[in-house]
């Protein structure tokens, strides 16, 4: 964490604080792909964020930067790729290296993300931003010190047990939900600061399992669920809509205080969903097929151009240093950003060039394996650890990761298979290959509520070269 305020920052902030926009960062927690209208879903009813995202734009191509949650918090907050932070998973017992279950040993994992990294709330508040975070943070135990949001740049901050829930609970003994009640903290953190730029940061528990929904709307869903038959968990359906809900409110609170004309809203999920649920996609949580890593994605509000779609690629690790654009700050100089600026194409300039993207995850949750992807243009390359095989896609032609074309093609597969190796090397990122020696083929993976019946897709030898 940088102690010093640039220079640079203590001359602008003043003169120019009544320009800025402010930023709200809506982080979903365990979100499919197409779990929202805007995105595809004709079963779970979104309609406000639904026009919202509508209004502006819509990324067909969202993705989280990991398959799963403490590292895409880590990449959001960083604007970095997983190997420099080095946060590959949530350290728990389920996910210690050499259990059992494992072939290969699992890489380290931090279980904070470094007080030396320059987060996106430090180089905010660095450029004169009011900051707060309500939510799930998972990068460091607490609710004060070095590694929590009040020791990474944040203002305020507050978790569940600060707001009366029991671990895991939704509802507390006042009877608040709770996603009503982050809502209700970022409002209050508005109200407070609506005569300086703001950076708000709400990071929802929900969608994630166990589902608690409001009452009042599981009755709903499970009428609808039974005229439709549909897969969707009813529970699932009505947590969401839940948070649609609150997006609402918080528009609503905007609104009234005249702040939606200097407001940007960011949304989006820090990993896929449920691997039963995610056509056409294959694979969840934990998984680098898409199912695993595409996640639903907008921006709007103001000064974002209206009704548009964009087909680039766009990561949580890109949020970073557009925030950064659109608030006129300069980039870290002693920061490597790996993400990329969409400010322009956001505010009506043309589609950005992309190079080519990468996924590193050498652990293991659930039935994920440790694998690495890489994805340029229409293809995209997994490699995975425990027996060094690869698999290749035409994402084109093939979303659904069905057919891995690594043999029909094999000069593509090698070309981005050496890339992938070189950005290994770049990085720093670690390559689990050693054989564990206290496998055992017939263990089963620890079970908790973080990858209990959520995660898939990464063992799918069907799907190797």
């Given at each position: 964490?940088?102690k010093?305020?640039p220079?640079?920052a203590?001359?602008?902030?003043?003169?120019?604080?009544?320009?800025?926009?402010n930023?709200?960062?809506?982080l979903i927690?365990?979100?499919?792909?197409r779990?929202?209208?805007?995105?595809g879903?004709?079963?779970i009813?979104t309609p406000?964020?639904?026009?919202?995202?509508?209004?502006?734009v819509?990324?067909?191509?969202?993705?989280?930067?990991?398959?799963n949650?403490?590292?895409?918090?880590?990449?959001?907050?960083s604007?970095q790729?997983t190997?420099?932070h080095g946060?590959?998973?949530?350290?728990?017992?389920?996910?210690?290296?050499?259990?059992?279950?494992h072939?290969?040993?699992?890489a380290?994992?931090?279980?904070?993300?470094?007080?030396?990294?320059?987060?996106?709330?430090?180089?905010?508040?660095?450029?004169?931003?009011?900051?707060?975070?309500?939510?799930?943070?998972?990068?460091?135990?607490?609710?004060?010190?070095?590694?929590?949001?009040?020791g990474?740049?944040?203002?305020?901050?507050?978790?569940?047990?600060?707001?009366?829930?029991?671990?895991?609970?939704?509802?507390?003994?006042r009877?608040?939900?709770l996603?009503?009640?982050?809502?209700?903290?970022g409002?209050?953190?508005?109200?407070?600061?609506?005569?300086?730029?703001?950076?708000?940061?709400?990071?929802?528990?929900?969608?994630?399992h166990?589902?608690?929904?409001?009452?009042?709307?599981?009755?709903k869903?499970?009428?609808?669920?039974?005229?439709?038959?549909?897969?969707?968990?009813?529970?699932?359906?009505a947590?969401?809509?839940?948070?649609?809900?609150?997006?609402?409110?918080?528009?609503?609170?905007l609104?009234?205080?005249?702040?939606?004309?200097?407001?940007?809203?960011?949304?989006?999920?820090?990993?896929?969903?449920?691997?039963?649920?995610?056509?056409?996609?294959?694979?969840?949580?934990?998984?680098?097929?898409?199912?695993g890593i595409?996640?639903?994605?907008?921006?709007?509000?103001?000064?974002?151009?209206?009704?548009?779609?964009?087909s680039?690629?766009?990561?949580s690790m890109?949020?970073?240093?557009?925030?950064l654009?659109l608030?006129?700050?300069?980039?870290?100089?002693?920061?490597?950003?790996?993400?990329?600026?969409f400010?322009?194409l956001?505010?009506?300039?043309?589609?950005?060039?992309?190079?080519?993207?990468?996924?590193?995850?050498?652990?293991?949750?659930?039935?994920g394996?440790p694998?690495?992807?890489?994805?340029?243009?229409k293809?995209?390359?997994?490699?995975?650890f425990?027996?060094?095989?690869?698999?290749?896609?035409?994402?084109?032609?093939?979303?659904?990761?069905?057919?891995?074309?690594?043999?029909?093609?094999?000069k593509?597969?090698?070309?981005?298979?050496a890339e992938?190796?070189?950005?290994?090397?770049?990085?720093?990122?670690?390559?689990?290959?050693?054989?564990?020696?206290?496998y055992?083929?017939?263990?089963?993976?620890?079970?908790?509520?973080?990858?209990?019946?959520?995660?898939?897709?990464?063992?799918?030898?069907?799907?190797?070269?």
């Amino acid at each position: 964490m940088r102690k010093l305020i640039p220079a640079l920052a203590l001359l602008i902030a003043p003169f120019f604080a009544a320009a800025k926009p402010n930023f709200v960062v809506f982080l979903i927690d365990d979100m499919g792909w197409r779990d929202m209208g805007f995105s595809g879903s004709d079963f779970i009813d979104t309609p406000i964020t639904d026009e919202l995202a509508s209004q502006g734009v819509i990324f067909s191509q969202g993705y989280a930067s990991a398959p799963n949650c403490a590292p895409t918090r880590a990449c959001l907050m960083s604007g970095q790729y997983t190997p420099r932070h080095g946060v590959f998973t949530v350290v728990d017992a389920r996910h210690e290296p050499g259990l059992p279950h494992h072939k290969v040993v699992a890489a380290h994992s931090n279980a904070a993300l470094a007080t030396e990294s320059y987060t996106i709330a430090e180089a905010l508040k660095d450029g004169g931003y009011a900051t707060a975070m309500y939510g799930m943070w998972n990068l460091g135990r607490g609710s004060s010190g070095p590694e929590t949001p009040t020791g990474q740049g944040f203002d305020f901050f507050k978790q569940p047990r600060d707001l009366g829930f029991e671990k895991d609970a939704y509802i507390n003994d006042r009877g608040e939900y709770l996603t009503d009640a982050f809502t209700s903290e970022g409002i209050r953190f508005i109200e407070k600061n609506k005569t300086k730029p703001f950076f708000l940061y709400l990071a929802y528990h929900a969608v994630h399992h166990p589902f608690e929904p409001k009452p009042g709307l599981i009755e709903k869903y499970r009428k609808k669920a039974a005229r439709n038959k549909t897969s969707v968990n009813p529970e699932y359906a009505a947590t969401v809509e839940a948070v649609d809900q609150n997006i609402g409110r918080l528009q609503a609170a905007l609104e009234s205080l005249g702040l939606d004309d200097n407001t940007v809203v960011f949304y989006t999920s820090d990993n896929g969903g449920d691997r039963r649920n995610a056509a056409p996609l294959n694979g969840g949580k934990g998984s680098l097929f898409e199912g695993g890593i595409r996640v639903p994605a907008a921006v709007w509000g103001a000064g974002i151009r209206d009704s548009y779609t964009s087909s680039t690629p766009f990561l949580s690790m890109d949020i970073y240093p557009t925030l950064l654009e659109l608030a006129g700050l300069p980039q870290p100089k002693d920061h490597i950003l790996d993400g990329q600026s969409f400010a322009a194409l956001l505010t009506g300039g043309d589609e950005p060039q992309r190079g080519a993207l990468f996924w590193h995850f050498p652990s293991y949750i659930g039935n994920g394996a440790p694998s690495s992807a890489i994805h340029e243009g229409k293809y995209k390359l997994i490699e995975y650890f425990e027996d060094q095989s690869i698999a290749l896609f035409d994402l084109e032609q093939d979303v659904g990761e069905r057919k891995n074309i690594a043999k029909q093609k094999p000069k593509i597969a090698s070309e981005l298979h050496a890339e992938l190796l070189a950005w290994h090397e770049a990085t720093g990122a670690p390559r689990p290959t050693l054989k564990n020696p206290a496998y055992d083929p017939n263990a089963r993976p620890i079970r908790g509520r973080e990858n209990r019946g959520k995660s898939g897709g990464n063992r799918n030898r069907n799907n190797r070269q």
